[in-house]
């Protein structure tokens, strides 16, 4: 890759970056703080591939003029630090008026910034391509010097602002706008390591010495770290939170499979399509439509009778399972207790039930749950038929949603398949 890599590699992972919001489509454009994002991470992952020496080779020979690649470069440096001051103008916030004039100022002075590096470079007498070593090599050429230095200036002073803007800020935020904001400190760090080494390998040329390894050895590496820290800075905020929603869903998706899996043949096809490339978040709503779906249909079939018996054995289970220390497949229904036990189902009444601590109860009444959903839904399978349970049960635990996900677990009981073998068995002599 003739030293590509460095540079292609952070290309990448900026177009990444931008990926999961471009994928949203046109809405994406209509925030404006989302869209800055975008056109920043976009722009930065240009800059990464129009800085890689191949592709310098590339536009050079492509455009038939010697370091073309460079003002394209350096203006593409330009509008991205340029970028980064407008974005943080908004991002922070304040007065409408007081952030559109900062915005304006920034987009005049860089404006007229990537004008002069055109114009300079246009004056400038630059026969010999240099693909990695052009700010040194060209460092005592007339204009070719002046424009090198109007684009280190300009990224200086952008850097310098945003370092206040960011650390000023800093002590004022929390959670992951805080986040967002470490980073960006990290990747301007980088960003101060990349000019010093410039300026250091540029100044040695004009003092007839030979640092020019500052400037292709250890800039390149220092930049293209500073360009993707501060720009996944930037995204953070309007990324993080859409990933940790995703997260979140995919570890209830994941928890409600068993009791998905249960009732799927029970709701309707288009209900029950979960496609691959569906987000976490989708795929968790559908799934649980999907779940509700079913339940209702098994909710004509749900017999009390079905959970009182299943209760009185888990219950039993228990305190066997307790008094030898044991660990049953019962245990498995076990969570949070703090919480869930508040708003869980009610317990049947059986006999020698008197004793029992609220979570040993607790837990039986969803193993008895999960074996009368179990139970109605063999019964709606072999088409219910006109017979209906004497008693109608009621299932509490699908509407709230950490105890959906204990009655998922509580389908792994023992007791609950002892009860959907006895449907089948049931449900076969009626055929």
């Known amino acids: 890759m003739g030293g590509g890599l460095v540079f292609y590699i952070p290309g990448v992972l900026l177009l990444l970056a931008a990926g999961p919001k471009l ?56 509008a991205l630090s340029a970028g980064y001051l407008m974005l943080m103008v908004s991002w922070r916030g304040g007065p409408p008026d007081l952030r559109q004039h900062a915005a ?77 904001l470490v980073l960006l400190v990290a990747g301007l760090t980088f960003d101060v390591g990349y000019q010093v080494a410039k300026y250091a390998a540029i100044v040695a040329r004009w003092e007839g010495l030979d640092w020019d ?5 250890v800039s390149p590496p220092l930049v293209m770290l500073a360009g993707v820290t501060t720009a996944c800075g930037f995204a953070l905020p309007r990324i ?18 068993p009791l998905f899996a249960e009732v799927q043949m029970l709701c309707s096809p288009a209900r029950g399509i979960i496609r691959w490339w569906d987000p976490p978040v989708v795929r968790l709503a559908r799934q649980e439509i999907a779940i509700w779906d079913g339940v209702l249909a098994c909710s004509p079939y749900l017999d009390d009778q079905v959970r009182t018996t299943a209760y009185a054995e888990a219950v039993a289970s228990l305190a066997a399972d307790r008094r030898s220390g044991a660990r049953t497949l019962l245990r498995s229904t076990e969570g949070t207790v703090t919480q869930s036990s508040r708003s869980a189902p ?23 749950e999960a074996a009368m959903l179990a139970a109605a839904r063999v019964q709606v399978s072999h088409n219910g038929g006109d017979e209906v349970p004497a008693r109608a049960g009621t299932l509490v635990s699908v509407a709230k949603p950490q105890l959906m996900v204990r009655l998922s677990r509580a389908l792994s009981s023992s007791i609950v398949a002892k009860a959907r073998r006895q449907a089948v068995a049931r449900a076969t002599r009626h055929e």
């Open 213 to 217: 390894v500052l400037s292709t050895d």
């Open 104 to 180: 304006r100022l920034v987009l005049v002075v860089y404006g007229l910034v990537i004008v002069g590096i055109w114009i300079l470079f246009a004056l400038a007498d630059v026969p010999v391509e240099r693909d990695q070593d052009l700010d040194t090599y060209y460092a005592g050429t007339p204009y070719m010097r002046e424009m090198i230095v109007l684009y280190m200036v300009a990224h200086t002073a952008a850097t310098l602002a945003l370092a206040v803007m960011s650390v000023t800020w800093l002590r004022e935020v929390r959670g992951v706008t805080r986040g967002g």
């Open 240 to 257: 993080g939170p859409p990933a940790v929603d995703n997260l979140r869903a995919w570890r209830r998706y994941r928890l409600l499979k």
């Open 23 to 78: 994928a949203a489509g046109r809405d994406v454009w209509r925030d404006p703080l989302i869209a800055s994002s975008n056109a920043i991470l976009l722009v930065g992952s240009c800059v990464c591939f129009l800085s890689a020496p191949p592709t310098i080779r590339f536009v050079n020979d492509v455009t038939g003029v010697a370091n073309f690649s460079a003002p394209l470069v350096y203006a593409g440096m330009t």
């Open 346 to 368: 009610t317990t049947p009444s059986v006999p020698g039930d008197e004793g029992l601590s609220q979570h040993v109860a607790h837990q039986a009444a969803l193993v008895a």
